[in-house]
């Protein structure tokens, strides 16, 4: 079931790079050598603290699922020598193009984070995973195995998520209400058919099928730490940079809250590890 289900997702994303490279601004990316994504933008402020110089300048760093590069590339522009990696043949393929028009210099690999170490001889002085990336994985453990391997000894992890509980709420609730109707804790992937991609634009009718598997945060802090990790930072957020909840509002930085009441629930977490010396 988890190979069917991650076959149905990598084709799933294949489809939705034409959608996604219009929704993202792909080309106003490029034209603009000065732009960074804002997602990239708010994850610099959080790790930068965690750098040796507090700049990804001339650091080594891996992107674990990429998708079509921007986030990875936007390393790239603040200094950082960058490896993006994504599952999606076509999301791999957009990225190195994108690369090639900015005239930035990035590897861009094809595999599922399970077998990244087969694919990817080199190591890091950071790893990052952009946000909305631990739902599509099935194991944790192997996921964070691979964020070790990738590490040189000192290395720093980052990733801000969405928060669990998010994924536990209905989507659908417009009174207000922020009622738990999922599962908080992970299990069965949680299979979606969507009509159109949550950036924007149609999905055509064979790719509409998606799965998600869900984790609580100590499912992921525990994998980690099981892969001989240390944390370094948790830290949870009131917003988030899509709109996750109806009725939510934009706060004017490209990010979401909930109208009112914003300390009724974490919408993001960020976390920060180190590899032992």
Known sequence: MTRDAVAVNRRSWDAVVPA???AYGADGFVADARRVTSVVRDDLAALAPHLPAGSPAGLDLAHLQCHIGLDTLSWARLGARVTGVDLS??????ARDLAERAGLAATFLESDVAHVLDVCPDRFDVVYTGIGALCWL???????????GLLRPGGTF?????H?????LDPDRSDGALVLAQPYFGGAPRHRREASTYAGGAVPEDARDTYEWQHGLAEIV???LGAGLRLAAIAEHRTIPWPALP?????GDGSWALPDGADRLPLTFALTATKPT
């Not at 980052?158 to 969405?162: D, G, L, P, Q």
């Open 222 to 224: 525990q994998a980690l």
């Open 164 to 168: 669990p509980v998010l994924y536990a």
């Open 89 to 94: 043949p076509a999301s791999v393929a957009a």
């Open 247 to 251: 009725g939510m509002v934009p706060t």
């Open 158 to 162: 980052y990733v801000r998520e969405a």
């Open 20 to 22: 996604h490279l219009l």
């Open 138 to 148: 099935p194991d944790l453990d192997a996921w964070a195995r691979v964020v070790a």
